[in-house]
């Protein structure tokens, strides 16, 4: 099966800026999304397709796919984006499976 | 309103059986591929299953291949998961969600407990 690895957590002070990594074999071919999940709620999709935005989230958050390694990247941190983030694709290679990444907690210090 | 909405979960004995369903509204049901995606407490998502817009094809993950099965009910709206053979690591918060291959639409989740 696929296996999307990304580190347990980041921490980063209020207005710099955030990257958390996602890597798998040949993510590259793949398209990456990226959810946002705050204590208690249900998760939020804020970059889908490697880059792309839903309508109303911030364009503070990017998302990159590129030398192995796919980017979420928060610029502007503000203490309402700590939350754990999740990537995740859509195998549809192999078995149809829907595969998510560890996920990172954001602390904001 | 644009939204889903869980329900169904509950406190289970293991080994037996239970039905969780999902209410869509405010969209063109028909026209999503479905899902249900779950979390144990405390530890990350995990997709479970999945289901084509015409109910023709149907996905799971290994860990509940045999044991659950989706459902859809295009004309009321409505996306099932019933869950057979309960187990203890079984026990989590199982959200509904659409889309294709990423998750635009979440519903709030239901707590499914499996403990004797």
């Known amino acids: 099966s696929y296996v999307l690895t990304q580190p347990p957590s980041v921490s980063v002070a209020p207005g710099q800026t955030a990257r958390i990594t996602c890597g798998g074999n040949?993510?590259?071919?793949?398209?990456v999304h990226w959810y946002q999940q705050r204590p208690g709620q249900a998760p939020v999709l804020v970059v889908f397709?490697?880059?792309d935005r839903p309508s109303g989230i911030p364009d503070r958050f990017s998302g990159s796919n590129s030398g192995g390694t796919a980017t979420l990247t928060i610029t502007n941190v503000e203490a309402g984006d700590e939350a754990d983030y999740y990537c995740?694709?859509?195998?549809?290679?192999?078995?149809?499976?829907?595969?998510f990444g560890g996920g990172t907690k954001l602390t904001v210090l | 309103q644009v939204q889903l909405v869980e329900s169904g979960g509950g406190v289970v004995q293991p080994g037996r059986s239970l039905s969780l369903s999902c209410a869509a509204s405010?969209?063109?049901?028909?026209?999503?591929?479905l899902h249900w995606v779950r979390q144990a407490p405390g530890k990350g998502l995990e997709w479970v299953a999945c289901?084509?817009?015409?109910?023709?094809?149907?996905f799971y993950a290994d860990s509940v291949r045999g044991r659950f099965s989706i459902s859809r009910d295009n004309s009321r709206h409505t996306l099932h998961l019933q869950m057979t053979s309960l187990r203890p690591d079984d026990t989590a918060v199982y959200y509904c969600?659409?889309?294709?291959?990423?998750?635009?639409?979440w519903g709030q989740g239901t707590l499914v407990t499996v403990s004797s």
């Open positions: 995740q694709v859509w195998d549809s290679i192999t078995d149809h499976w829907g595969v």
């Open positions: 405010g969209f063109t049901f028909n026209t999503f591929r």
């Open positions: 397709d490697d880059s």
């Open positions: 040949n993510i590259g071919s793949k398209s």
């Open positions: 969600a659409r889309g294709w291959a990423e998750f635009d639409l």
């Open positions: 289901i084509s817009t015409d109910e023709s094809k149907t």
